[in-house]
């Protein structure tokens, strides 16, 4: 069995990152949580007992690293698979093997096994024939079968961070010194590209190579226009279909609740430079307009969906002014989430209790005969001077379902509540009881 790295050391030289794997847990940058000593996988390896893990991350974090650094730690023999390469007839023969050899199975991409080959995987980690340690980019909460999930120790692994970013570019050029190549970099260009990595190792270590070899024997200083060059097409890291979409997304709509223009403006750029749907953005900028802004400011409501009208005409790079324009408008907006709050009290109601039956007043009296069934007595609003009636409309208790969220501010539902008092000389309900 072999992996990527493996498949290109027959092929030739190694890439940067295969060649800077870890030797052992000590070697690895970043990941405290997982590999700190007194930490579960170290207990583990010391007990000789690994089991079941699952190393859960974005691409570049280490997963295979560790996994391999874990069983050199062990003193097994590293069987890699890909789920998308390898059979049920692949496992069954690791299975075979480990019963003579003491082997650390790991497979990449694991999500991707089938109920089949899962069953197979499980076999041998209940029986206790190898360990086994399994790597995804998905939430495995999500994306695993739960028969797995339950079997295995899950461990998060998270991007690394500028400075463990920048560790990582300095130990590669370490490396490529004492293979002979002499890259000059500044302080400057080195943390540019731990930033534009993402938290990812491999990614950073890719561009560190592409902009170093090639160059003869003489030492090459790198240039910012190297840099552009090489960066000239490098997205930022965001899988639109994995955790970093949610992840960002939910952090957008957060930064709008929470009111963080800038916030607000920085994720959205991640979402637009990671190519997301200009028309989805315009739908969660919908959504949060009433969720989050509401009766505060009915106005925000108007430029969201005006926002999502636009970018169905126009599309990027234009959409990209639009879609700030409506997302700064729900940030920058006082907040209410009455009508959220109201709506779901309302349907949780209706979903648990028997249905109210509708007052006699209220009900249709547009007919002949509806007089005689007792359908009278409606009061019309606008007959009055102030345009309200006391009338009972439901069996509903005032402020059950509706509580305001008016603040000290001069927003519609401050300027209702008030309006309101004064024609019916009651305070109006308010979140709290406030």
Not at 347 to 356: F, G, K, M, T
């Given at each position: 069995m072999s992996d990527l790295f493996d498949s290109g050391a027959a092929l030739g030289r190694k890439p940067l990152a295969a060649q800077l794997r870890p030797a052992t847990l000590d070697d690895v940058i970043g990941q405290a949580a997982a590999t700190a000593p007194g930490s579960i996988l170290?207990?583990?390896?010391?007990?000789?007992?690994?089991?079941?893990?699952?190393?859960?991350?974005?691409?570049?974090?280490?997963?295979?690293?560790?996994?391999?650094?874990?069983?050199?730690?062990?003193?097994?023999?590293?069987?890699p698979l890909h789920a998308t390469r390898s059979g049920v007839a692949d496992?069954?023969?690791?299975?075979?093997?480990?019963?003579?050899?003491?082997?650390?199975?790991?497979?990449?991409?694991?999500?991707?096994?089938?109920?089949?080959?899962?069953?197979?995987?499980?076999?041998?980690?209940?029986?206790?024939?190898?360990?086994?340690?399994?790597?995804?980019?998905?939430?495995?909460?999500?994306?695993?079968?739960?028969?797995?999930v339950s079997r295995s120790t899950i461990l998060k692994l998270e991007p690394l961070t500028i400075e463990e970013m920048e560790?990582?570019?300095?130990?590669?050029?370490?490396?490529?010194?004492?293979?002979?190549?002499?890259?000059?970099?500044?302080?400057?260009?080195?943390?540019?590209?731990?930033?534009?990595s993402g938290g990812d190792a491999r990614r950073a270590l890719?561009?560190?190579?592409?902009?170093?070899?090639?160059?003869?024997?003489?030492?090459?200083?790198?240039?910012?226009?190297?840099?552009?060059?090489?960066y000239a097409a490098a997205p930022v890291n965001h899988d639109r279909s994995?955790?970093?979409?949610?992840?960002?997304?939910?952090?957008?709509?957060?930064?709008?609740?929470?009111?963080?223009?800038?916030?607000t403006l920085y994720w959205l750029a991640r979402l637009i430079h990671g190519g997301e749907d200009p028309r989805y953005i315009a739908r969660r900028i919908m959504i949060h307009a009433s969720e989050d802004v509401g009766l505060a400011d009915n106005a925000a409501l108007q430029t969201a969906v005006a926002a999502a009208q636009a970018v169905e005409k126009i599309g990027y790079p234009e959409a990209q002014i639009v879609l700030a324009h409506a997302a700064l408008h729900v940030a920058r907006a006082p907040k209410s989430g009455s009508?959220?709050?109201?709506?779901?009290?309302?349907?949780?109601?209706?979903?648990?209790?028997?249905?109210?039956?509708?007052?006699?007043?209220?009900?249709?009296?547009h007919y002949k005969g509806a007089e005689a069934l007792g359908h009278v007595g409606y009061r019309f609003p606008h007959d009055d001077p102030r345009g309200w009636v006391e009338q009972v409309?439901?069996?509903?208790?005032?402020?059950?379902?509706?509580?305001?969220?008016?603040?000290?501010?001069?927003?519609?539902?401050?300027?209702?509540?008030?309006?309101?008092?004064?024609?019916?000389?009651?305070?109006?309900?308010?979140k709290g009881g406030k």
């Open positions: 170290r207990r583990r390896i010391a007990g000789g007992a690994l089991g079941s893990v699952i190393l859960y991350g974005p691409p570049g974090v280490g997963k295979t690293s560790i996994a391999r650094a874990v069983g050199t730690m062990l003193g097994k023999s590293f069987r496992i069954r023969k690791l299975a075979d093997e480990a019963r003579m050899v003491p082997l650390l199975i790991f497979v990449d991409e694991v999500q991707r096994f089938s109920a089949t080959q899962t069953d197979d995987l499980l076999a041998i980690c209940e029986e206790g024939t190898a360990d086994f340690i399994g790597a995804t980019t998905g939430n495995p909460y999500h994306v695993l079968t739960p028969a797995l560790q990582v570019v300095r130990r590669g050029i370490d490396h490529l010194r004492g293979e002979g190549v002499e890259a000059v970099l500044t302080d400057g260009q080195v943390r540019r590209i731990a930033g534009r890719t561009t560190l190579e592409s902009l170093a070899v090639g160059h003869g024997a003489k030492p090459v200083t790198i240039t910012d226009a190297m840099l552009d060059e090489a994995g955790d970093a979409h949610y992840d960002v997304v939910s952090a957008f709509v957060k930064s709008m609740r929470g009111s963080d223009p800038d916030a009508a959220c709050r109201g709506i779901s009290a309302a349907l949780h109601v209706v979903a648990n209790q028997p249905p109210a039956a509708v007052p006699l007043h209220l009900r249709d009296a409309y439901s069996p509903i208790a005032k402020g059950t379902l509706y509580q305001s969220d008016a603040r000290d501010a001069a927003t519609f539902e401050k300027r209702a509540d008030e309006y309101w008092q004064r024609v019916t000389g009651e305070a109006q309900p308010r």
